[in-house]
């Protein structure tokens, strides 16, 4: 369970990323810090999500639903 709130926490922690470089890039302000920066750390955090999840499958912590055939 500890695992699944780990990950819905990174989540949406990509999505307020991704709603972060959106703000700067629609205020285009040349003295803030830059959109890639906020860009930079969403893909970061998707490649930890990528692990943790293949890790958990790994480790039999989660497992994955049944073939629907």
Not at 23 to 44: A, E, Q, T
Not at 53 to 61: D, N, Q, S
């Amino acid at each position: 369970m500890l695992v699944k709130l780990i990950l819905i926490a990174l989540l949406l922690f990509i999505v307020f990323n991704l709603f972060r470089a959106l703000w700067l890039m629609l205020k285009n302000d040349p003295d803030k810090v830059s959109m890639s920066k906020y860009l930079g750390r969403r893909v970061l955090f998707s490649a930890i999500v990528m692990a943790l999840l293949i890790l958990a499958l790994a480790m039999g912590w989660i497992s994955p639903h049944q073939r629907p055939y």
